[in-house]
């Protein structure tokens, strides 16, 4: 993520992602099942490859919440280890491994005259997604999102800040290897709380907001979100 990015008001940098993330999805939408397969098994190797830098990024956000005496349980959800890693490598292969999701026949009818009508699964186009503490969320949430050839603007904890950038960092690289653009993953690179706000008003870019955390985070975004909302 560029630096001068992070220099930015909360306003701004959402701004500046939405513009590109919406860029993004455009070719997002056309790139073939093998190549998303491709790209998620790449990036399942990259993580594995890359283990002990992500470990000594994770480790400074382990250090900050020692310091704001973070319970033994929330530091446990904070920390990555090689075991974790891999376990999200493996999740990676395993979402490669599913059926793909876009064109799929959701219902069908023919009419008296002989015209077939279809519904078919498409991408929706730009997600956002609001997520606490697991740094991991960061992998899964990309994941999914590249596996639906939805373009997605992340926005994690505070907490894991600097695990969640290592792991976009990689994400991108990823992307970028496999001639795709780096911002169908884009992620706000500041903890400022200001930037929930800015991407629940950013409906001109973000079609669809995603809360994953307590039940303070998901009340936010069903009562501030401009776009559709869906927690889970």
């Known amino acids: 993520m560029p630096e001068a990015l992070s220099q930015q008001s909360p ?26 397969n491709t790209i998620l ?32 349980a929330l530091l446990d959800r904070l920390a990555l280890n090689d075991e974790r890693i891999e376990g999200m490598s493996k999740g990676l292969e395993n979402i490669s491994a599913l059926p793909d999701p876009v064109g799929r026949v959701l219902w069908e009818t023919e009419r008296p005259n002989g015209l077939k009508i279809q519904r078919v699964a498409v991408p929706i186009g730009v997600l956002g997604m609001i997520y606490e503490s697991r740094p ?6 990309a994941a999914l999102c590249l596996k639906s050839r939805n373009a997605v603007i992340l926005r994690g904890g505070s907490e894991s800040l600097h695990s969640s950038l290592a792991l976009h960092d990689l994400i991108q690289q990823t992307l970028k290897d496999h001639k795709l653009p780096e911002h169908c ?37 069903q009562n501030e979100a401009r776009m559709p909302a869906v927690s889970y």
């Open 11 to 36: 306003q701004d940098i959402v701004q500046e992602l939405g513009q590109q993330t919406t860029t993004a999805s455009h070719m997002l939408a056309q790139a073939s099942e093998d190549t998303i």
């Open 185 to 221: 993953v884009s992620m706000v690179p500041i903890a400022d709380r200001e930037a929930v706000g800015a991407m629940l008003s950013a409906s001109q870019f973000i079609d669809v907001m995603i809360p994953r955390g307590g039940k303070s985070l998901v009340e936010r975004v």
């Open 41 to 72: 098994k790449a990036l399942g190797q990259k993580l594995r490859d890359n283990s002990a830098s992500i470990i000594e990024e994770n480790a400074k956000d382990v250090a900050a919440g020692e310091q704001k005496g973070l319970s033994a």
């Open 136 to 141: 991991n969320v960061t992998i899964d949430a």
